[in-house]
């Protein structure tokens, strides 16, 4: 059974509750009919038993002759016979035989002393059925004693043969029949029904089965739809639930791949720039130094190159410490400090700028590295500096405010704001709107803030600005 499979297994359950079902009910039936019938059949013989007794007395009166010279041979017990559709026996007191209903094969034997006490006991005691057994079969017979004036003159017996019990039987079996028939249609139809609900039930088994086959790291997964609150409504949830998640998953996961792939190629740049940059400018010194004229055009010509090649230098050493910071961002350093008087100094450094700092409370206490709160702010700073035209004045707001179990820092700008298409890729590593840069700060920026569990979001409203907020977990000092 367990080697079936689930749908096989509820549809053999069904079926066999079905089968027992009808079959209990089928045998309940049987036996209530037997005995109904049974019952029936008795009661139609006391019937007919009360009616002969009646016409017996009312037809023969044993004060004119006597019961043997009354009954033998008389054409009246035949009639009564006919009438009732009964065969009668009439015996004395004594239990002889005196004449009978029957024109052929008629047992004339008396009544043996046995079914005599038998007889009386059970009148005595109040019954009118008596079985008695002949031949191996069993024959329900009737006895009843003749009254006139309350005084017991002969007795009656009416045979219920074996032919009118085979009739019964046979009714039975008749009635059987027909319930087995009606039975196995509607074992048929209950089968069909049991199918039609079996598919209800496992349809949405074998959708999820296929999402499950068909579910894929690296494409979009179908959720599934189902309206009704059951069983089944809990498994699909629970599915659509794993989907989000294995979406947001790899989303982190492709994100962290690309960074990786970004930081080793970070290394690999800074270390194949830096190494020819060192001896390129001390040659360049070297040789400024060591070359003495007295033209004035050759020498400003030569310090016009040196200054040149010093810049560009300078230019590269800057892009490959760029790149070095950017694949060397780790969390080594932590200590914990109040963020409100770190922020308050790098501040300090702006404020020529028009960066103030509009809200300090006090002991914001944090645990992160000093030196990557520096360049995060450094680098929000300075971009918001940037996103300002020359012809406005720039205005840029530093806030610090409480948020449940983080510090909010919040950096606004009344800048350009960005725009649409920028938006989704303003965090990732190389995208710079710049003429100048490498693209690689506020990639730095976020990398940093999710090193040590913070956040970083921004909105931003096209010719108003634009506002940072990043959330620094509390340090609890219990």
Not at 465 to 473: A, V, W
Request: glycine fraction near 4%; hydrophobic fraction near 40%; charge should be positive.
């Amino acid at each position: 059974m367990r080697k079936l499979k689930l749908s096989h297994r509820i549809f053999m359950s069904m079926l066999v509750l079905i089968f027992f079902s009808f079959l209990a009910v089928g045998i309940t039936t049987i036996f209530r009919y037997q005995t109904k019938n049974k019952e029936y059949h008795k009661e139609r013989l006391k019937r007919k038993d009360r009616a002969v007794v009646k016409s017996i007395e009312y037809m023969f009166n044993p004060k004119k002759r006597s019961i043997k010279d009354q009954f033998l041979n008389s054409p009246l017990l035949n009639k009564l016979s006919d009438i009732h559709n009964l065969n009668l026996n009439i015996y004395d007191l004594n239990g002889s035989f005196i004449s009978t209903s029957f024109t052929s094969n008629t047992d004339t034997s008396n009544l043996s002393k046995k079914v005599i006490t038998n007889i009386a006991r059970k009148i005595n005691s109040g019954e009118k059925i008596i079985r008695e057994i002949d031949d191996k079969k069993e024959l329900l017979q009737i006895y009843r004693l003749l009254y006139l004036d309350n005084q017991p003159y002969g007795i009656l017996n009416i045979p219920y043969d074996s032919t009118t019990l085979n009739d019964v039987n046979k009714e039975i079996r008749t009635e059987v029949l027909v319930l087995l028939k009606i039975y196995s249609f509607l074992f048929l139809i209950a089968g069909l029904v049991a199918v039609f609900l079996l598919n209800q039930i496992t349809k949405p088994l074998k959708i999820v089965t296929q999402k499950l086959k068909n579910v894929e790291i690296s494409k979009k997964n179908e959720p599934i739809f189902w309206a009704v609150n059951d069983e089944l409504g809990m498994l699909i949830r629970q599915y659509n639930k794993l989907i989000e998640e294995l979406k947001d998953k790899a989303d982190k996961l492709a994100k962290s791949e690309r960074q990786s792939a970004w930081k080793k190629m970070a290394r690999q740049i800074a270390h194949e720039i830096k190494n020819p940059l060192t001896p390129m400018r001390l040659s360049v010194q070297h040789f400024a130094k060591t070359i003495a004229t007295n033209d004035d055009l050759a020498l400003k010509k030569l310090n016009e190159f040196t200054s040149t090649m010093l810049q560009q230098i300078d230019t590269m050493s800057a892009v490959a410490s760029s790149f070095s910071n950017f694949a060397s961002l780790t969390n080594e350093f932590l200590e914990k400090f109040q963020l409100e008087e770190e922020v308050d100094k790098i501040v300090e450094l702006y404020k020529k700028d028009g960066v103030v700092l509009i809200n300090k409370p006090k002991n914001c206490f944090v645990k992160i590295d000093k030196t990557h709160l520096t360049r995060i702010l450094n680098n929000l700073i300075q971009n918001a500096i940037q996103s300002i035209s020359n012809q406005d004045k720039i205005i840029v707001k530093i806030n610090i405010v409480d948020d449940k179990d983080f510090w909010c820092i919040s950096v606004s700008d009344n800048g350009s704001g960005i725009i649409e298409e920028n938006r989704e890729k303003i965090f990732e590593p190389n995208f710079t709107t710049k003429n100048s840069g490498m693209g690689l700060g506020l990639a730095m920026v976020k990398n940093i803030v999710n090193d040590f569990n913070g956040n970083i979001r921004f909105v931003t409203e096209l010719g108003k600005g634009t506002t940072f907020f990043i959330q620094i977990p509390k340090f609890n000092l219990n």
